[in-house]
């Protein structure tokens, strides 16, 4: 069965600096692979996703984040953050047929 | 509706207490999923519906859970006896048919067993 292990549980950066979230999925198949973030005190909604096609996938806000299939990872980056990206973030992983299982979040602080 | 639909947003029980949470998914989306989100855990997955499919009801963490989804659309989780660690955010999201496509999610019911 597939997992996902966020390797950071909290981040904190100062505004317009680079970041980088991380995130190691296990999967013995082809996988699809997405980011998901939640504001404070809002629902949660997809940042972007990776399907196939090029290994570097662009999403909304200025995140990017880049498959690497031999290191099993998908980390999310911004080259420069802003204080309203400040939110937890979720990394997912789903296999043909089965459930869409979720990382524990990171929570990204971003402060002035 | 156009989005996912939660209730009740807010729930507050006595433990021991049976409660029951509904979900309507987006019209057409044949995917439903059920998740707990308590802090420092995550979004942990409780039980997958596809289809006309047999659900996955792998992530139940008890048998004191249970969902069902009638007629394909609305969904009712429902936990027996509850118990003070059951106090959570409970999710539910709905996705067209395909593991590719985007899940939508809904604000969630917070429950707090007393």
């Known amino acids: 069965a597939q997992s996902v292990t966020q390797l950071d549980s909290q981040v904190p950066v100062f505004e317009e600096a680079p970041v980088e979230l991380r995130c190691n999925y296990s999967s013995s198949v082809s996988v699809y692979l997405f980011w998901y973030v939640q504001y404070p005190n809002q629902g949660l909604q997809l940042l972007l996703k990776?399907?196939?096609?090029?290994?570097l996938v662009k999403g909304i806000n200025g995140f990017e984040a880049e498959f690497n299939k031999s290191q099993t990872s998908f980390h999310l980056r911004k080259p420069s953050v802003h204080i309203s990206d400040t939110a937890e973030y979720f990394c997912?992983?789903?296999?043909?047929?089965?459930?869409?299982?979720f990382g524990k979040g990171t929570t990204l602080s971003v402060s002035s | 509706g156009a989005g996912v639909s939660q209730s009740p947003s807010n729930k507050v029980t006595e433990k021991g207490k049976d409660v029951e949470l509904r979900c309507d998914p987006i019209s057409g989306h044949t995917a439903l999923y059920w998740y707990r989100q308590s802090l420092g855990q995550g979004l942990e997955f409780l039980i997958y519906?596809?289809?006309?499919?047999?659900?996955?009801k792998s992530g139940l963490p008890s048998d004191r859970f249970s969902a069902e989804r009638t007629g394909g659309s609305v969904s009712t989780l429902t936990i027996q006896r509850t118990q003070q660690e059951d106090s959570a955010v409970y999710l539910c999201a709905s996705r067209w048919t395909g593991d590719s496509t985007e899940a939508f999610f809904g604000q969630g019911t917070r429950l707090t067993v007393v």
């Open positions: 519906f596809q289809g006309n499919s047999a659900p996955d």
């Open positions: 990776y399907l196939s096609g090029s290994t």
């Open positions: 997912a992983v789903s296999e043909a047929g089965t459930a869409l299982i």
